[in-house]
């Protein structure tokens, strides 16, 4: 290649301008031919009056509304003699948390160091960086607050959070290895102190606990001596059968969720179709691919028939129907946990269909070569099919958790108050009738949505960038 063409093609690959100082940025990007600069300049003054009328309404508007109904806001009719119980719940799952992602984050910071791969601790800025519009939300609606109470606790859980990162990172290597079950039993202890040890919460949250540890550490220490793995195994199942027997001995009556409202009914409803509809998706998505008539055929049918129907009709069929179906002599679920059931039902067929088309890109040489190796089917799914399928999903995956975050409003047509459905009552109150203060209403609880939705957002991309999703 001669010098000439060599110039030729450097120009070709060299940047078109050379923004070495804001000034020229500015030049080169917004005022760099007359079309650009129009718009750039028609779009400022666009801007710049949006910017000018919204100060003008908020510091014009009447903001009273949200300050009276802030607590309905954010957790509903909750007694305030048993707020101490949400305090408790939220503060023990910071703490279980905030410990156990710290112990998971170092144990992945010495198996990178291990392996010579490029590993940066995790810093506090780098949380406030991911999780600030969440903060910043939280913040919003403490400033509405007349009460020192709620401020004090929320720098205190800032401060929890701080510190049970501190703690969690500090931990040795033995212990860090329990982080799993560690977050399972305390939320399993949270759940007691909040909602009560009796019914479907115990039961479930106890077998979850078991599960994991049984499950995940005896295929995080496989391959080691027999002794080492049976104590560390066992230890954690131990540990967790303990509390649950503790916890259920000491019998918190605990406020049950049928009272629950605002956006901590809206989260919890969140999470629990999360937590179950994943699960019972990624069966139904392995079912569908099953040669066996029977399992494929009543996958296929749960599946097409939940998706063909809006989740609005299914809680309505939960709150009016099905009580009719259940026998005089058995007790029909409350209305709430109706609705629970339906959730996490909706969300499995959708998670499934999802995970289907993750696992129809696993290459099949992949399987043939896994089975040819003597692998069992159960190893080939659970170390080779699943992990590539689910990674390949992420984007769908976190798309039908937002979904699912803001289709929890619907549970307001079987008359469950939840956040969104607060600020029809909010401006439905005697003191605000007539007033039209939708907008005000309405703009909290979109500020709301968003910041939970948004978070999702970027810890979706954060988790797709670490895992290298779309890059060859």
């Known amino acids: 290649m001669t010098d000439t063409a060599k110039a030729k093609e450097s120009a070709n690959l060299a940047p078109l301008h050379s923004d070495t100082t804001p000034a020229k940025w500015v030049k080169n990007n917004l005022f760099n031919n007359i079309m650009n600069s129009v718009i750039t300049v028609v779009l ?43 305090w408790t719940s939220a503060f023990l799952l910071i703490g279980t948390f ?17 392996k010579g791969l490029v590993a940066e601790r995790p810093s506090l800025l780098n949380l406030l960086a991911r999780f600030w519009p969440v903060l910043a939300f939280v913040a919003l609606m403490v400033s509405f607050s007349e009460t020192l109470p709620p401020v004090v606790g929320v720098i205190a859980g800032v401060g929890a959070i701080v510190a049970s990162r501190l703690v969690g990172w500090a931990l040795p290597a033995s212990i860090r290895s329990l982080a799993v079950p560690m977050m399972a039993i305390g939320t399993i202890v949270a759940m007691a102190v909040l909602a009560g040890t009796g019914g479907l919460i115990a039961m479930s949250a106890g077998v979850v606990a078991l599960v994991i540890a049984a499950s995940g550490l005896s295929r995080r220490f496989e391959g080691s001596d027999p002794k080492s793995m049976a104590i560390r195994t066992g230890g954690p199942i131990i540990i967790g059968a303990v509390t649950l027997v503790i916890v259920n001995a000491i019998g918190f009556d605990g406020f049950g969720w049928e009272d629950w409202g ?3 009914l809206t989260l919890f409803a969140t999470v629990v179709g999360i937590a179950s509809g994943m699960p019972i998706g990624i069966l139904l998505a392995i079912g569908r691919r099953s040669e066996l008539p029977v399992i494929k055929g009543f996958c296929v049918v749960f599946i097409e028939f939940v998706r063909g129907v809006p989740l609005i009709s299914l ?27 339906v959730i996490a039902l909706f969300s499995a067929a959708y998670i499934a269909e999802i995970i289907r088309g993750g696992l129809q890109a696993v290459p ?18 659970r170390l ?17 958790f937002i979904s699912l975050f803001k289709d929890t409003s619907l549970i307001a047509t079987i008359g469950v108050a939840e956040f969104f459905q607060f600020a029809a009552i909010a401006n439905s109150q005697p003191n605000f009738l ?35 999703v779309g890059v060859r």
Not at 317 to 338: A, D, G, K, Y
Not at 391 to 399: K, Q
């Open 44 to 86: 400022g003054v666009v801007v710049v009056f949006l910017v000018v009328q919204s100060f003008g309404w908020i510091a014009g508007e009447e903001w009273e509304i949200v300050r009276v109904n802030l607590r309905n806001f954010m957790v509903g009719q909750f007694p305030s003699d048993e707020l101490w119980r949400l």
């Open 98 to 114: 905030g410990i156990g992602t710290a112990a998971m984050a170092h144990n992945a910071y010495d198996d990178a160091n291990e």
């Open 262 to 264: 605002g956006l901590h």
């Open 315 to 341: 809680l309505l069929f939960s709150s009016f129907i099905l009580p009719l179906l259940f026998p005089p002599s058995v007790e029909t679920p409350e209305t709430l946990t109706r609705a629970m059931i």
């Open 364 to 381: 099949k040489g992949q399987t043939e070569a896994a089975q040819a190796s003597g692998m069992s089917a159960a190893k080939i799914q």
């Open 384 to 400: 080779i099919v699943m992990p590539q399928a689910l990674r390949a999903v992420i984007p769908a995956m976190v798309g039908q």
């Open 434 to 468: 007539g007033k039209s203060l939708q907008l005000v209403t309405y703009s909290i609880i979109a500020v709301g949505y968003w910041s939970f939705a948004y978070t999702m957002s970027k810890e979706s991309r954060r988790l797709e960038a670490q895992l290298g």
